[in-house]
């Protein structure tokens, strides 16, 4: 057995200095290009230059450190994961991969190792695409999928992206320079948490992860009418609301029919939205995910056809807009191995296992091999305050990181 949970006790340490930061007092919501956004990535920013590693704020607010290895400018291992979050989160969602990494990183330095590649660490600041229609991760950026148009998408409050970038101080211009040029990322190795009851069932507390489901999500509009809740008759309204329940419920039906698949309704809006005004209009989103991509395509599909017999039967209009289409991804075995490898020299039996989830890591896999190592968490709950991961978990994490760098490195 290793010596004490030295590594996770730092990771916790880490992960706890930066639940500190959120936009919402009372509860950990930290979206892209906030306030608590931007006081983590710089809380990330002194860590990583107090480890010794050159860093940055990017100039889409992801905040990347590097250690050159045994020579300047070679490819480099890049670690870490996401410090934004969903709202009213919990703090492991993201959070882990990049103390995880940070610690690592600390580690070979305090060790004086001159490893074959650079190793980088990195805070990516829009994973959760929350705020955003789309989602401005530095790992599209680095992969070339940016498109300027994103920056015209606005937030609930109406503010663009291109507003919110510059009132962050990122730079709208320089995220095309962003992408990286083939060859300088020689993989990427995210530690994430499950988000899911397997391995705690398995009763292990780490797994590899398989690959990462494909995921299509969508922007829902359904028009009515908005009229006098205490004058017009019940046949003859437009009721926007009743609709999209009848959509959503048809959403909940053909997701559970189609095996192997998820589709969700997670946001929906009323407009005008009073007690006394049947509903005239009501925006939702749409989240579909299989782990097969034509899986996928024929449940969107279906939702589609079906909330359109819907609108038509009562008279209403609907429109559906894909604003993400990410087919599923299998990660890298060279990279599996290596991790499989290193968790049982610790005397792990790490299990395969999908991701429900989508990560970082789908766009990382485009720029090179990549791969996950997954987290055992308390009862499978996350996006959630009550999420939660041991100590010595985090310290077994940390380890298999350590030890899958130290084998790719030959050492
Ligand atoms: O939606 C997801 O799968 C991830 O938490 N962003
Ligand atoms: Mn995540
Ligand atoms: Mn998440
Ligand atoms: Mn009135």
């Known amino acids: 057995m290793t010596d004490t949970p030295r590594l996770g006790a730092r990771v916790m340490a880490l992960i706890d200095d930066l639940a500190r930061h959120t936009d919402e007092p009372g509860r950990l919501t930290r979206l892209y ?19 010794g590693l050159a860093a940055r704020i990017d100039a889409a607010g992801s905040v990347v450190g590097r250690l050159e290895g045994r020579e300047p400018g070679l490819p480099a291992l890049v670690l870490g994961s996401h410090i934004d979050s969903v709202v009213d989160a919990g703090r492991y969602d993201g959070p882990l991969g990049v103390a995880a990494g940070l610690a690592v990183a600390e580690e070979v330095r305090a060790r004086g190792l ?32 940016y498109k300027p148009d994103w920056l015209e998408g606005r937030d609930a409050a109406g503010t663009t992206l291109r507003e919110a970038l510059a009132q962050f101080g990122g730079d709208p211009d320089g995220i095309p320079a ?5 060859g300088t990322v020689a993989g990427y ?18 797994g590899v992860v398989s690959g990462i489901v494909g995921l299509t999500r969508a922007r829902c509009t359904v028009t009515g009418e908005a009229n006098h809740a205490g004058t017009v008759p019940m046949g003859m309204r437009r009721d926007a609301l009743a609709a999209a329940a009848e959509m959503a419920l048809a959403v909940e039906r053909l997701g559970e029919a189609m095996p192997g698949a998820v589709a969700t309704v997670g946001s929906l809006t009323v407009v005008p939205g009073a007690v006394n005004v049947i509903p005239g209009r009501i925006d939702f989103t749409l989240d579909v995910r299989a782990a097969e991509d034509a899986d996928r395509d024929a449940l969107f599909a279906a939702i589609g056809a079906e909330c ?23 990660l890298d075995p060279g990279l599996q191995a290596a991790l499989d490898r290193a968790a049982r020299r610790l005397g792990h039996a790490p299990l395969r296992l999908a991701s429900g989830a989508t990560h970082d890591a789908v766009a990382m896999a485009v720029l090179g091999p990549a791969a996950m190592l997954f987290v055992r968490c308390r009862g499978g709950i996350s996006h959630n305050p009550a999420e939660s991961i041991t100590l010595e978990d985090a310290d077994a994490a940390t380890r ?6 130290l084998d790719l490195a030959g050492l």
């Not at 190795?189 to 780490?206: R, S, Y």
């Not at 298999?400 to 760098?405: F, M, P």
């Open 33 to 51: 290009l906030s306030p608590a956004h931007r006081a983590t990535a710089e809380a990330v920013l002194g860590l990583m230059r107090e480890a």
């Open 114 to 145: 001159a490893l074959p590649f650079a190793l980088e660490v990195v805070a990516f600041g829009d994973e959760e695409n929350v705020r955003f229609p789309t989602s401005l991760s530095t790992s599209k950026a680095w992969a070339g999928q």
């Open 178 to 182: 962003l992408a990286r040029k083939p």
């Open 189 to 206: 190795l995210e530690v994430h948490i499950e988000q899911g009851p397997a391995l705690e069932a398995a009763a292990q507390p780490v």
């Open 308 to 330: 359109r017999a819907v609108a038509q039967r009562r008279g209403v209009g609907f429109i559906a807009e894909t604003f993400m289409d990410n087919a599923a991804v299998a």
């Open 400 to 405: 298999v990181l350590l030890g899958t760098v």
